[in-house]
Nanobody, 123 residues
Framework: VQLQASGGGLVQAGGSLRLSCAAS????????MGWFRQAPGKEREFVAT????????YYTDSVKGRFTISRDSDKNTVYLQMNSLEPEDTAVYYC?????????????????WGQGTQVTVSS
């Protein structure tokens, strides 16, 4: 599986962005998908995850109510809609795929990683 993340950019605080992660491979629909982020000088952290059929999602507390993860299996794509962005959301965002179809926040459960897309939120 190859993952290609896109949609990052520079936005003012309070603004919105939608990240996309396009996946190759016929088994995408059976994988759980996740978004992680890494800010300068910090460890990579979990942001959101969605199970294989989109029926289960989890979020880290700091983004609940602001971010929404979704997937379109016909397009082999997972999305992260980010609203009410804050400067603290500034980071490189990575998408990841887990052969285990269950949604999970555990980094080591993910088998494939995209290249990352930069999100910068100005105050």
């Amino acid at each position: 599986v190859q993952l290609q993340a896109s949609g990052g950019g520079l936005v003012q605080a309070g603004g919105s962005l939608r990240l996309s992660c396009a996946a190759s491979g016929r088994t995408f629909s059976s994988y759980a998908m996740g978004w992680f982020r890494q800010a300068p000088g910090k460890e990579r952290e979990f942001v959101a995850t969605i199970n294989w059929n989109g029926g289960t999602t989890y979020y880290t507390d700091s983004v609940k109510g602001r971010f929404t993860i979704s997937r379109d299996s016909d397009k082999n794509t997972v999305y992260l809609q980010m609203n009410s962005l804050e400067p603290e959301d500034t980071a490189v965002y990575y998408c990841a795929a887990a052969r285990n179809s269950l949604a999970t926040s555990v980094t080591s459960a993910y088998n494939y990683w995209g290249q990352g897309t930069q999100v910068t939120v100005s105050s």
